[in-house]
């Protein structure tokens, strides 16, 4: 298997039975003073609901869209920095400053790009036009590779918006999340992608990195117990589904963590004997050579995976 953040919809309420036909009656005439007030109906209501009109930041934003199309960029970056100014919370006036600077080249104005794009990803980590930018910038700069994984996020943040337990899909998405550290939203979508493929170990791989990831951070100490257990079972479960080095290794390293040395042992030895070259492996075996029981924690923190091996 090749790898790649709905509810239900509300069901509108039964139309009323049309009434019986009633025969035709004159039309009145309105007063002016009447027509110039508005419809006495619930729709009038609509401008108080939040988010009916659009926010300030919105309006420079679309003042910023109509500036481009007429190829005048300088105000188009203003307006954008305009929106910023109003609301930091502002996605898509973050994009435009990127997709300016893109247009503009050069690769001071790239690493500016970039860092807009991220602090856009802080704010909405599931908008596909995050990464679809990203891609281009990369490619701009000439790393096809990262170009290459954008266009695969972005194409795994726009696959779960319609097919939401789509497996391979939630893989990316959680490894998308883990980046941008969220690591709760990585397991969620690391969870959906195994529920999905019962036989999907490697999201189950991914999966218990990320409890793993969790458990060595500072402020999950009163949950560390609980989380490495997890990790533990998540990464049994993917070891029943196909006993592999990469599965042993993240199982050494959660036993590491959890102070049982011998078992750890155990798990590289045998993950050794599977696949050699493992450069996991190599970390888990400087960890187990340092005196007493290392300190995971301290090491780099295993990488989620997106390709399968071999």
Same mark, same amino acid.
Request: hydrophobic share 40%; proline share 8%; with cysteine.
């Given at each position: 298997?090749?790898?790649?953040?709905?509810?239900?919809?509300?069901?509108?309420?039964?139309?009323?039975?049309?009434?019986?036909?009633?025969?035709?009656?004159?039309?009145?005439?309105?007063?002016?003073?009447?027509?110039?007030?508005?419809?006495?109906?619930?729709?009038?209501?609509?401008?108080?609901?939040?988010?009916?009109?659009?926010?300030?930041?919105?309006?420079?934003?679309?003042?910023?869209?109509?500036?481009?199309?007429?190829?005048?960029?300088?105000?188009?970056?203003?307006?954008?920095?305009?929106?910023?100014?109003?609301?930091?919370?502002?996605?898509?006036?973050?994009?435009?400053?990127?997709?300016?600077?893109?247009?503009?080249?050069?690769?001071?104005?790239?690493?500016?790009?970039?860092?807009?794009?991220?602090?856009?990803?802080?704010?909405?980590?599931?908008?596909?036009?995050?990464? =679809?930018?990203? @891609? /281009?910038?990369?490619?701009? !700069? $000439?790393?096809? &590779?990262?170009? *290459?994984?954008?266009?695969?996020? %972005?194409?795994?943040?726009?696959?779960?918006?319609?097919?939401?337990?789509?497996?391979?899909?939630?893989?990316?998405?959680?490894?998308?999340?883990?980046?941008?550290?969220?690591?709760?939203?990585?397991?969620?979508?690391?969870?959906?992608?195994?529920?999905?493929?019962?036989?999907?170990?490697?999201?189950?791989?991914?999966?218990?990195?990320?409890?793993?990831?969790?458990?060595?951070?500072?402020?999950?100490?009163?949950?560390?117990?609980?989380?490495?257990?997890?990790?533990?079972?998540?990464?049994?479960?993917?070891?029943?589904? =196909?006993?592999? @080095? /990469?599965?042993?290794?993240? !199982? $050494?390293?959660? &036993?590491?963590? *959890?102070?049982?040395?011998?078992? %750890?042992?155990?798990?590289?030895?045998?993950?050794?004997?599977?696949?050699?070259?493992?450069?996991?492996?190599?970390?888990?075996?400087?960890?187990?050579?340092?005196?007493?029981?290392?300190?995971?924690?301290?090491?780099?923190?295993?990488?989620?995976?997106?390709?399968?091996?071999?």
């Amino acid at each position: 298997m090749t790898e790649t953040q709905a509810p239900a919809e509300v069901q509108p309420p039964e139309a009323p039975a049309q009434p019986a036909e009633q025969p035709a009656r004159p039309e009145r005439v309105v007063p002016a003073a009447e027509a110039s007030q508005e419809p006495r109906s619930w729709f009038s209501w609509l401008r108080f609901l939040p988010g009916f009109r659009k926010s300030p930041a919105m309006v420079q934003v679309e003042r910023a869209r109509r500036l481009v199309e007429k190829k005048n960029f300088t105000q188009a970056m203003s307006a954008f920095q305009k929106a910023l100014e109003t609301s930091p919370e502002c996605v898509p006036a973050y994009q435009g400053v990127a997709m300016l600077l893109l247009r503009k080249g050069g690769s001071s104005n790239m690493k500016v790009a970039l860092a807009r794009i991220q602090e856009a990803i802080q704010r909405d980590p599931y908008d596909p036009k995050n990464y =679809k930018i990203n @891609a /281009a910038i990369y490619g701009r !700069l $000439g790393m096809r &590779q990262k170009a *290459l994984d954008e266009r695969r996020f %972005a194409s795994a943040a726009s696959t779960i918006q319609h097919t939401p337990a789509h497996p391979v899909a939630n893989n990316h998405v959680g490894i998308l999340m883990l980046r941008n550290r969220l690591p709760d939203l990585a397991a969620k979508h690391f969870r959906k992608a195994a529920d999905s493929d019962g036989n999907y170990d490697i999201a189950l791989r991914n999966l218990a990195k990320t409890m793993f990831v969790m458990a060595s951070a500072p402020d999950n100490s009163a949950r560390k117990a609980q989380l490495l257990a997890s990790a533990e079972k998540e990464i049994q479960r993917a070891l029943a589904v =196909k006993r592999t @080095a /990469a599965s042993l290794v993240t !199982l $050494g390293r959660i &036993q590491l963590l *959890l102070g049982d040395q011998g078992r %750890a042992q155990e798990s590289a030895r045998e993950a050794e004997q599977l696949e050699r070259g493992n450069k996991e492996l190599a970390v888990l075996k400087k960890d187990l050579d340092a005196t007493g029981v290392a300190a995971p924690a301290e090491a780099a923190p295993p990488r989620p995976e997106v390709e399968p091996e071999g």
